[in-house]
């Protein structure tokens, strides 16, 4: 099996903690240089330590806050025309929890453009890169929610499935020039999303948090929360040559939690 990324560029968003993190260290242990993309530049310079590298390879970040889909542009843009991406991990923290009948219509605008807008932005930067190269992985990371809707969820049940369909699209449309279009979908996973989550339930329902952490592993089948590096193992296979024939598809990361086929 092909898992070597030598040679291979990856930009990967969100990518200072949890499953971003994750999924660039996991790429580079695939031998991947890799490009991180957030907005804390500080957090990016101590992430990009932590960052295996082969050989002479060197690591760097770029600096951008998803609020502000110009702002990315214009580096993203700026960045690829000295530097060639094949590998583009889409990722940034989920929408605020709530129920989709009480949301704002801010609300629902904010979570498009950091979500699908900024997806959209940076696509359009590395295709053509990867076209001249004749490869390309975009590896989107969302929710299970895809699948089936999460209760509490609404604008990022909303938003999410939006994502899917738009990669769905676009998958079909780059599959000629030798470029795959993916969403992982993670379950529960270890990271300051999760424990957000927890403490949020936590206060809703007046339970410890060990007790709605407790009541939330009862329904996964593997009896336990993912760690990201888990999340981040499926994004490297699907960023690797090994994946190639797999294009178009929503992968869900859950330790069998996600009831539908």
Known sequence: MNLDLTGKRALVCGSTQGIGKAAAIELALLGAQITLLARNEERLKTVLNDIP???????????ADFSNPDLVKSVVECYVN???VEILVNNTGGPPAGAASDAKLD?????FNIHLICNQILVQAVMPCMKQAGYGRIINVISTSVKTPLKGLGVSNTIRGAVASWAKTIAAELGPFG????????G???TSRF???????????EKSEAEIEKEMVSDIPAGRIAEASEIGAAIAFLASPAASYINGINL??????????
């Open 252 to 261: 869900p990361v859950d330790g069998g939690k996600t009831p539908c086929l």
């Open 179 to 186: 470029i795959t279009v993916n969403n992982v979908l993670p």
């Open 53 to 63: 590298a082969r050989g002479d390879v060197r690591h760097d970040y770029l600096v």
């Open 82 to 84: 000295t530097n060639r």
């Open 107 to 111: 609300e629902y605008l904010s979570a």
């Open 188 to 190: 529960y996973t270890l």
């Open 195 to 205: 424990e957000s989550l927890r403490s949020s339930k936590s206060e809703k329902e």
